[in-house]
């Protein structure tokens, strides 16, 4: 059993850095996105995670909450692969920019990563 913890302990500590976040402000429609995503192919974000973004304005902006769970997420689901996705995109109002950061995990098709979290600033 001791090999068997050694590889998840390495596919683990691969992970470390492959989440990406991206957010992007729509001003016109008051909107801003938040999209969760692996860094390459074969990367996937877990649904079973309970993943929660932080949510400040840049510019003296308003944003309508400060926080944005696992609920307020739509995930991208992949057919064969259940409780995985390939991207989670989080919507929430602001009238400017955003900033924040987000806690996921994330998982190849064999293991998964612990809980990081990834900065992210939109235009």
Known sequence: SSTALLSSA?????LDGKATVEA?????????TIVIKGKSDGIYVNEEFALKCSVKA????KVDKAELKKEDAKYESVADKP???KSATLTVGA?????????VVICTTTACS????VSYSSN
């Open 10 to 14: 390495v596919a683990e500590e691969s």
């Open 24 to 32: 992007k402000l729509d001003a016109k429609a008051g909107k801003a």
């Open 114 to 117: 612990s809980p990081q979290k």
């Open 58 to 61: 840049k510019d003296g902006g």
């Open 95 to 103: 009238d400017k920019g955003i900033e924040g950061e987000c806690k």
């Open 83 to 85: 409780g995985k996705a």
